[in-house]
């Protein structure tokens, strides 16, 4: 199993552009979450899914976009993208939700310049 | 919304020593508590969690101790080695209506850093 994987591993953005951040798990979890991280925090929720079809917005959800078609992979689009969306990405899975533990997938550092 | 604060932001400590970390959460309907490990440049990786309804769970080296009544938990590391060196994140779920989703609200982090 690859588990959780993400692409672009970097990548620097204009203001202005828009964006997709891919993320895919192969561990068939109905649960799945998009988390960014600025340099020195926490992780903090951006959107999460519960299964496919299903999305809903977490702590900061806004600049950002997701869908959910199928169970695989969740996407995170950035669109107009400003400077204060510099900063790691991380796309984490879990079976149940809940009490599950996340696994997370290698981030994307993106840099809006 | 929950909110956890977490202390230490930095902790020194020699080889062999104890290090422990504290979270408060403020959301008395969470009930599930993870600490994840993160190395430079890394992923977060769980390396321990407690659920609401144990005050305390260990594994090897690490502990983890929960307060409902108080909010708070801790993490225990024993023995502590170089490769401990890390930040380290507690973490709470939130709720909704009751059902929690696995949407975690984080800790600030700590930064661990054991001396050879």
């Known amino acids: 199993n690859a588990g959780v994987t993400q692409t672009p591993k970097f990548h620097i953005l204009k203001i202005g552009q828009s964006m997709t951040l891919q993320c895919t798990q192969d561990m068939n979890h109905n649960y799945m979450y998009w988390y960014r991280q600025d340099p020195g925090m926490g992780l903090k929720l951006i959107y999460y899914s519960v299964g496919a079809g299903i999305t809903d917005k977490g702590e900061v959800p806004n600049g950002y976009n997701v869908s959910r078609s199928t169970t695989e992979d969740f996407p995170l689009r950035l669109e107009l993208a400003a400077p204060s969306q510099t900063s790691v990405y991380f796309c984490?899975?879990?079976?149940?939700?809940?009490?599950?533990?996340?696994?997370f997938g290698p981030g994307t550092r993106l840099t809006v310049t | 919304g929950e909110n956890v604060e977490q202390h230490p932001s930095t902790l020194s400590v020699q080889e062999g020593d104890s290090a422990v970390i504290k979270c408060t959460y403020s959301?008395?309907?969470?009930?599930?508590f993870p600490w994840y490990k993160q190395e430079l440049g890394k992923r977060p990786q769980l390396i321990i969690d407690?659920?609401?309804?144990?005050g305390e769970k260990k594994d090897q080296r690490i502990a983890v101790t929960l307060n409902k009544t108080a909010k708070h938990f801790s993490l225990h590391i024993t023995e502590t080695q170089p490769e401990d060196s890390a930040v380290y994140f507690c973490a709470a779920t939130t709720s909704a209506g009751g059902t929690s989703y696995g949407k975690l609200t984080f800790g600030q982090g700590t930064i661990l850093t054991v001396h050879p």
């Open positions: 407690i659920r609401s309804n144990v």
């Open positions: 984490a899975s879990s079976r149940m939700g809940g009490s599950s533990e996340q696994y």
């Open positions: 959301d008395s309907a969470s009930n599930y």
